[in-house]
T-cell receptor, first 116, second 109 residues
Framework: GAVVSQHPSWVICKSGTSVKIECRSL??????MFWYRQFPKQSLMLMAT?????????EQGVEKDKFLINHASLTLSTLTVTSAHPEDSSFYIC????????????FGPGTRLLVL | EDQVTQSPEALRLQEGESSSLNCSYT??????LFWYRQDPGKGPEFLFT?????EEKEKERLKATLTKKESFLHITAPKPEDSATYLC??????????WGAGTKLIIKP
């Protein structure tokens, strides 16, 4: 199957700092990538759709100025959590579609963010 | 409104005890139903995509089936390493992906 990587796998930062998370498609090109957030014992919550060459599309209730997304190339999308606060602590996962009709999403391993 | 409901929330089985997980859905114009496995602290791992009623797919001890209203993930003679949370998602004609809450499967040796 297709491989998606994320970096870093975990990060601890102080409140008020910014954190950048990278998502890469390793063996395929992705014009679209998705960013999810997952709280403990809950399912995935779509935050935004990252589009190569254009602005990201954010889901209702997600602050675009807080969660900056840049789709720099056909294999790289980044999520920057700006001025992070403890309530931003969560598990962030990216995915990219590929395969028949681009219907199936392949997920990265996730990034655990802890804001102190 | 598009909706996905998974049941049960949690399932404990003895090693070798076969069972099924359910994913009931309501969607306009199904474009695909997806099963994923998620281990704690990791991203979901793709298992199957089903596109139309009557379709079945198998992988090792897992078999996924699809009707017009629901999908089953059958697990045959499970092993402890099959323990995980199994997620179901559907995509409708609006291209949105709707996720179920998942079923936590625990296989005891």
């Amino acid at each position: 199957g297709a491989v998606v990587s994320q970096h870093p796998s975990w990060v601890i930062c102080k409140s008020g700092t910014s954190v950048k998370i990278e998502c890469r498609s390793l063996d395929f090109q992705a014009t679209t990538m998705f960013w999810y957030r997952q709280f403990p014992k809950q399912s995935l919550m779509l935050m935004a759709t990252s589009n190569e060459g254009s602005k990201a599309t954010y889901e209702q209730g997600v602050e675009k100025d807080k969660f900056l997304i840049n789709h720099a190339s056909l294999t790289l999308s980044t999520l920057t959590v700006t001025s992070a606060h403890p309530e931003d602590s969560s598990f962030y996962i990216c995915s990219a579609p590929t395969g028949q009709g681009q219907e199936t999403q392949y997920f990265g391993p996730g990034t655990r963010l802890l804001v102190l | 409104e598009d909706q996905v409901t998974q049941s049960p929330e949690a399932l404990r089985l003895q090693e070798g005890e076969s069972s099924s997980l359910n994913c009931s859905y309501t969607v306009s114009g199904l474009r695909g139903l997806f099963w994923y496995r998620q281990d704690p602290g990791k991203g979901p791992e793709f298992l199957f995509t089903l596109y139309s009623a009557g379709e079945e797919k198998e992988k090792e001890r897992l078999k996924a089936t699809l009707t017009k209203k629901e999908s089953f993930l059958h697990i045959t003679a499970p092993k402890p390493e099959d323990s995980a949370t199994y997620l179901c998602a559907v995509r409708g004609s609006n291209y949105q992906l709707i996720w179920g809450a998942g079923t936590k499967l625990i296989i005891k040796p």
